[in-house]
């Protein structure tokens, strides 16, 4: 499957205003107040759109208000013929406020494409209730997983056996305590048990857990500590709001200085997602042109973390045996119910450096320097690449490649994000 985020996002003049209680009713809107002439187009906007009438089997409710208040607005575009987005696209740019007075661009996103949304839909149906259609959540909340998770007061390892999402194919206690701890669609979070969940939350949670994890890791590693994921700002049925970064590759073809800046930047991610202070290691199953983004400022991010798993170094990670006698329903909602993943003894601490220097650094460092450097760069970016080769000598071609590259970024003001304070670290 594709990235979720590799999103064809494109402008479209939407604001979304008023949507009744029981989110059925038809919206109406009007472009800016600034703009001229003064046009009052209407949408036909419902719960379809949002996915609100797939939930419970959805991801969350905690931002519809901003929806519904026009504090979450679709890019705008003049015309007299304002129509909605189409709903088959995977993400869609917008502006989001907390005053109405300064926006922020977001990313809106769906966790899958709709027509995989709705192949899923029907795979419940026909599993579960041996029709073409049914009420999704009524087809779910009487399956055997999930009545197992409305008797438990806690997340344990037997209740995610079997889902097939990277985060959760070497899962240990200590995360599934900090899923539930930190997840952002309940009140009152913080506990590492579920007294506080509704019934429903907990099915917005397991069905999250089965089909893209990516608003997950947004909320328990944020970006306010330092982690290098956009902000999880909320969800609305099946869609997810985080603040908005552009694709790296649309960097590929930048001037050098920016190139060796967002190369260093990128295996800076890599190390701190090797090592870092909770003792958890990442690793990507997958990457791309989509994988990594870049915020207004120069900063380097992850803005696809649907490909992300997670080892526990610390607690260590409780072997999954037979996965496929624990497959059900929610093992494949997002994958072919007979995918085969590598164990979590086959994952080599270098699978996300490896991958980075095969696919994403050439791109990105492709025919930038001077002859002597580009060849220097192009041996280091080998051996880095290189899966057949010991794990300490992968690791050395990368520091190598960061030694090379760290003279070639100057302390400028075009790097926002780190200056000025990289006029003093150099002194």
């Keep these: 499957m594709r990235t979720w985020l590799y999103c064809l996002c494109s402008n479209f003049v939407v604001w979304l205003l008023y949507l009744s209680p029981n989110f059925s009713s038809i919206l109406e809107g009007k472009v800016s107040p600034t703009s001229s002439p003064r046009i009052k187009p209407s949408y036909s906007f419902g719960r379809a759109f949002l996915g609100l009438d797939k939930c419970n089997a959805c991801i969350g409710t905690s931002i519809c208000k901003k ?16 129509k909605l987005p189409p709903n088959y696209l995977p993400c869609y740019s917008g502006n989001y406020t907390d005053d109405t007075k300064s926006w922020r661009t977001v990313e809106i996103s769906r966790l899958m494409t709709k027509y995989q949304h709705d192949q899923s839909d029907k795979r419940i149906c026909t599993s579960l209730t041996f029709a073409k259609s049914c009420s999704i959540e009524r087809a779910l909340w009487k399956t055997e997983r999930f009545q197992k998770w409305l008797k438990a007061k806690r997340l344990t390892l037997d209740l995610v056996q079997g889902l097939p999402t990277p985060l959760l194919r070497c899962p240990s206690q200590r ?20 007294d506080h969940f509704s019934d429903r939350d907990k099915l917005r949670l397991l069905y ?22 956009p902000k999880y700002l909320g969800s609305c049925g099946r869609l997810i709001v985080s603040t908005s970064t552009r694709p790296l590759k649309e960097f590929y073809n930048v001037s050098p200085d920016m190139a060796a800046d967002l190369g260093l930047q990128l295996l800076a991610v890599i190390d701190s997602m090797m090592n870092n202070d909770l003792n958890y290691y990442f690793y990507f199953t997958h990457v791309d042109a989509e994988t990594f983004g870049v915020f207004t400022n120069g900063y380097l991010f992850i803005r696809d973390a649907s490909r992300l798993g997670i080892i526990d170094m610390q607690e260590g990670t409780t072997l999954m045996e037979d996965q496929q006698e624990h497959n059900d329903i929610f093992s494949c909602l997002a994958v072919d119910c007979q995918s085969v993943f590598p ?20 791109k990105l460092l492709k025919d930038k320097f001077l002859p002597s450097i580009q060849e220097e760069i192009d041996r280091a970016l080998a051996t880095c690449a290189d899966s ?40």
């Design 208 to 229: 999250t857990l089965s089909v893209n994890t990516h608003p997950i890791i947004l909320q328990i590693f944020p970006e306010a500590e330092g982690w290098p994921f």
């Design 175 to 194: 995360l599934l305590d900090r899923i539930v701890r930190r997840y952002a669609e309940v009140t009152d979070a913080g506990s590492i048990f579920m």
């Design 343 to 362: 164990s979590c003894n086959s994952i080599k601490h270098t699978q996300s450096l490896i991958m980075v220097c095969e696919e994403v650094l050439p």
């Design 388 to 427: 057949f080769l010991a794990q300490q000598e992968v690791t050395s071609a990368a520091q190598k490649l960061a030694e090379i590259l760290k003279p070639l970024r100057p302390c400028h003001s075009h790097f926002a994000y780190r200056y000025p304070d990289c006029k003093y670290n150099a002194k």
């Design 67 to 82: 929806f519904f208040k026009e504090e979450i607005r679709f890019d705008s575009w003049l015309s007299s013929h304002l």
